[in-house]
């Protein structure tokens, strides 16, 4: 392929690749050809989704089929709970824990016979009907994709596929008609604020970076995703990596910088192996280097890789590891904007963000402002995870409540459990109990209910989960992370902890819990970057919504959900125990004692509560208070 | 004692293979001993180097202080800071328990202690044999597996306190045969 030098050049590839999407869109059926798609993400690879592609082009070949059936692996469908996932076109059939091994049924009876294989369809839970296409799955249903829009789409190793979808056509318009100034001002207009978390206008900060005068600009796309749990760039990155470029090539000419750098975590060798075959192929057909589509504009990307330091998600942070430093943050001002990597005025967007441009500029910034509530325009995608029963990747218009996306999306609470509280915002953030389901999810909603947006990671906690302890897991989570630059972050979160332990293993206060609270109110005050800042956040909303289970930590000594294992006590109940030495011989301690076919005893003195006897008691006589 | 010709190695270690092939990887670099900026691909060489050495030992950090002609601190600062950087070497077995927060409510705090029990070794250590390795790291971005635990290459998903033992055992039943297994893994 030649470099692509006008617009014109451009939409004659669309039209030379747009069928190869038609019939996955359902715009345009073709009885000649059936698809094969094979989610090609993180958690279904795992899986063995790639020995699936491979069992589908050995039976095509096997059968001759070459021109007519085509397999294709692809971004993440987002429905990682029932994965591996099969889609087939045209139908839109939807399979679902799919094993390496039933490639050559779905291959005998649909594509051959064209039958659907039954026992792979999704099964709706509550109503045990079956759905024949993935447009009747519920979790599917109240979803709208806008930064996913190509994840399980198009080939992501494919530039043909997302040329074929559409893409560059934005940066095509961009770069051809609109001065960068008219740029920023699109941006400002369609409302877009950070997905990283802190939700900064992005416009804004275009033209803040765009305002100073410098030879050297940089725009930095930050896929230093250290929430765990959360994984919403990572598939995007791995399903749908030009948009992303796209979107920075874009930020580049607004801004007027020629020099972009990718800054992803080095947990994440998909992402980067799907982003350079990307940029390889962006560079060849001319989206990136010199005098791009003849426009006379220049811009290049360059992947660095992070090194696992969750506080190099911080913008200063993160520009120090770009210059090979320790990644510690500076403070602010001044911002990257005018001062940002080797001085120069520097934009750094996360990935979500980047991903929204390209369609704000093919679908116009009023259709963008349209999504979403009055201060939060657009969507957001979650990674909904945890206690739920559909885990997976959602995005939803800002607005939407967390009742839709749990019960509606989620399929609600798994293992028939009560849903107890909602974390979003990740170590940052804090947790939303059952009061606030109906609350429509935008950035100022949650703040105002002692969360925040954060990157999008959601998890799901039931009443099985102790908050003392979730709130004592993600101290534990930003004591490990600080770099220890400033005091309040590096003591203050570390002293947190160590009170959360006592209070888990039963060594609590009351006066400990005023501590706490002022503890985490000076740390809120006085850190240096938004990871101390933020850190007391897990325990601040859970003292303010969930107080009755510090309180029976510190005054009962009581665990109420059941889960800090010091707090517990295991019991033998005479009138089930029949004697059969079971525990006793399992029990690491010695601490049970009794002969056979006589009861049971344990021991408290000398009881560590592994739980060993209570797993292998198969007459239910041991319990745990 | 600043070694003003940063190309030659250091410590008698010219012909080591595995110094070779780091030499080869930083001459691609093309780093120019004055630029300020040459730093900028540190982190980068970092990766290179625990993947041909498996850790980053003293003798592989001034070598490659000299090459970019920074100091040796500079270097072993960046290594300290990044979780990712090891300057210990980990066993042949590389057992990682995610505790990334979906794990974590799921269980994946007990399913480490199980690994630490069947193996004898706490997270963070290595087996006296060398064989074997046991770490947490935070998420791995397969939260419908959740809890997961990696053993090289391989992701095992919905792993339950007590599986340790069973999921361990073709890794114990290898040690005759060194490796094999691993290689077998990662293909």
């Known amino acids: ?625 | 004692m600043v070694n003003n010709d940063v190309r030659t190695p250091c410590c008698g270690v010219k012909n080591h293979p595995q110094f070779t092939k780091l030499d080869a990887y930083i001459d691609t670099l093309q780093i120019d001993p004055e630029d300020p900026h040459r730093k900028e691909t540190l982190i980068a060489t970092l990766h290179q180097a625990q993947e041909i050495f498996g850790y980053l030992p003293e003798a592989v950090q001034i070598h490659i202080a000299r090459r970019y002609n920074i100091p040796h601190a500079d270097v072993s600062g960046v290594i300290s800071f990044y979780n990712f950087f090891t300057t210990t070497p980990k066993g042949e077995v590389q057992i990682n328990v995610c505790l990334g927060t979906a794990c974590y409510v799921n269980g994946a705090d007990r399913v480490l202690q199980d690994f630490e029990k069947a193996l004898g070794i706490q997270a963070g250590k290595v087996s006296e044999d060398g064989r074997f390795s046991l770490d947490s790291l935070r998420c791995v971005g397969a939260c419908g597996l959740a809890p997961v635990v990696t053993i090289n290459q391989k992701v095992y998903g919905k792993v339950k306190p007590g599986e340790a033992r069973e999921i361990l055992e073709k890794y114990i039943v290898e040690e005759g045969s060194k490796g094999r297994e691993v290689t077998h893994e990662q293909n």
């Open chain 1, 1 to 625: 392929m030649n470099k692509i030098e006008t617009p014109t050049q451009l939409m004659e590839l669309y039209d030379q690749y747009k069928s190869l999407l038609s019939a996955r869109l359902g715009t345009e059926i073709t009885d000649e050809t059936l698809v094969i798609l094979v989610c090609g993400g993180t958690g279904c690879q795992s899986s063995e989704s790639e020995r699936i592609v491979e069992n589908f082009k050995q039976l095509i070949a096997a059968h001759g089929l070459d021109g007519r059936v085509h397999v294709s692996i692809t971004g993440c469908f987002g429905f990682c709970e029932k994965g591996p996932i099969v889609k087939v076109f045209p139908g839109n059939v939807f399979y679902v824990q799919v094993k390496p091994e039933d490639a050559s049924e779905i291959f005998e009876q649909h594509i051959l016979q064209g039958k659907k294989v039954g026992r792979l369809l999704y099964e709706e839970p509550t109503t045990n009907t079956k759905s024949e296409t993935a447009d009747d799955i519920p979790f599917y249903k109240r979803q709208l994709r806008v930064a996913l829009r190509n994840c399980g789409l198009i080939n992501p190793e494919k530039i043909e596929e997302y040329l074929g979808a559409g893409g560059y056509q934005a940066l095509s318009r961009v770069l051809l008609s609109m001065t960068p100034q008219q740029v920023i001002e699109e941006m400002k207009k369609s409302g877009l604020r950070g997905r990283g978390g802190a939700g900064f206008l992005t416009g804004k900060k275009w033209e803040f970076a765009s305002r100073f005068e410098s030879e050297e600009k940089y725009v930095i796309c930050n896929a230093d995703e250290g929430d765990p749990g959360a994984f919403m760039d990572r598939s995007i990155m791995e399903g749908d990596s030009h948009s992303v470029i796209e979107g920075m090539i874009i930020a580049g000419y607004a801004i007027g910088a020629h020099q972009g750098y990718i800054y992803i975590r080095a947990e994440y060798p998909l992402a980067v192996k799907r982003l350079q075959i990307a940029l390889s192929q962006a560079r060849k057909y001319g989206f990136l280097g010199e005098n791009i589509l003849g426009s006379g504009f220049s811009f290049d990307i360059q992947i660095r890789l992070g090194a696992g330091a969750f506080v190099c998600g911080e913008e200063t942070a993160l520009i120090h590891s770009l210059q090979g430093l320790r990644g510690e943050p500076t403070t602010k001002p001044p911002f990257p904007a005018e001062s940002g990597l080797w001085g120069k005025p520097t934009v750094v967007n996360n990935v979500e963000t980047l991903a929204n441009v390209p369609v704000i500029f093919q679908k116009g910034a009023d259709w963008f402002r349209s999504l979403g509530t009055e201060t939060s325009k657009g969507t957001k995608v979650f990674a909904l995870a945890g206690k739920v029963a559909n885990v997976g990747l959602v995005e939803v218009p800002m607005g939407t409540t967390l009742r839709e996306i749990i019960y509606d999306i989620g399929g609600g609470i798994k293992d028939g459990a009560e849903f107890k509280a909602a974390q979003t915002g990740g170590p940052s953030g804090g947790c939303i109990p059952r009061a606030f389901l109906d609350t429509p999810i935008d950035y100022e909603s949650l703040s105002a209910i002692g969360s925040m947006m954060g990157s999008g990671g959601m998890i799901i906690m039931s009443d099985r989960d102790c908050m003392v302890n979730i709130a004592r897991f993600y101290l534990e989570f930003t004591v490990e992370e600080s770099c220890g630059r400033c005091t309040p972050c590096r003591i203050g979160n570390k002293r947190m902890l160590e009170i959360l332990t006592d209070i888990t293993e039963g060594r609590g206060s009351e006066e400990d819990l005023v501590e706490l609270q002022a503890l985490a109110e000076t740390i809120v005050d006085s850190s240096l970057c938004g990871l101390g800042q933020t850190a007391p956040n897990p325990v601040l909303s859970t003292m303010k919504y969930f107080m009755d289970e510090y309180e029976a930590h510190v005054k009962e000594k009581r665990c109420p959900a059941g889960v800090c294992q010091k707090l517990l006590h295991y019991i033998i109940l005479p009138e089930k125990c029949i004697g059969c030495t079971s525990c006793s011989r399992g029990c690491p301690v010695g601490a049970i004692t009794g002969s056979v076919k006589q009861v049971h005893t344990i021991d408290e003195s000398k009881c560590i509560k592994c739980g060993v006897c209570m797993n292998r008691c198969k007459f239910g006589a041991i319990i745990r208070q």
